[in-house]
């Protein structure tokens, strides 16, 4: 709805963790209607700036319905899913469409995938990303292991809101 308003949206997964404002990381100087993170063959699409475009709206509708029919032949959706993720969802449909569709990487030194925690060059080399991804991991529990680990898990147990409210403190983190 909000795109068909003429709203550009962000789309995040909740489980990335931001640790800063995205916005000045966004493309300038370039026409674009999907802005995403790149990680290695794929766009992420688990953090993405969606324009309000014709294009956009087209892409997301294909994606999104391609996903659903696919999550419609499982009867319990969340272990026994087999079929395409949606990143690679959306490259095939950015193959597909590469002539209607304007799609940008986002700075891949500000937008990480998962493989930030792990790969020790990054972690001890680089600048903490605006985003992370925290994806090449499987199951709830370990992923907020992994947070809790790099001090950026903000719920304490039982809790439903953050344990440290301000920008500042997420950022020392």
């Known amino acids: 709805q909000l795109l068909n308003n003429n709203i550009n ?18 493309p300038t100087g370039l026409e674009w209607d999907i802005a ?24 997301l509708s ?12 499982y009867d319990d959706k969340l272990s026994n899913f087999t079929g395409s993720h949606d990143a690679f969802i959306f490259r095939d449909y950015v193959r597909a469409h590469q002539k209607e569709i304007k799609v940008v990487a986002l700075d891949p030194y500000l937008h990480l995938g998962g493989k930030w925690y792990t790969d020790c060059a990054s972690v001890q ?15 709830n529990t370990a992923k907020i292991d992994r947070l809790k680990k790099f001090g950026q898990w903000y719920l304490e147990d039982g809790e439903e809101i953050c344990s440290r409210n301000t920008p500042a403190q997420i950022n020392q983190s």
């Not at 294909?62 to 032949?73: D, M, T, W």
């Open 9 to 26: 949206i962000f789309i995040t997964e909740s489980d990335a963790v931001w640790t800063g404002n995205p916005l000045h990381t966004l």
């Open 36 to 59: 995403a993170g790149w990680d290695q063959s794929v766009y992420m699409m688990g953090f993405s700036c969606i324009r309000a475009t014709e294009a956009s709206i087209d892409a």
């Open 62 to 73: 294909s994606v999104l319905g391609s996903f659903e029919s696919q999550l419609e032949r």
């Open 125 to 139: 080399y680089c600048n903490l990303p605006v985003t992370i991804q925290n994806n090449w991991i499987v199951g």
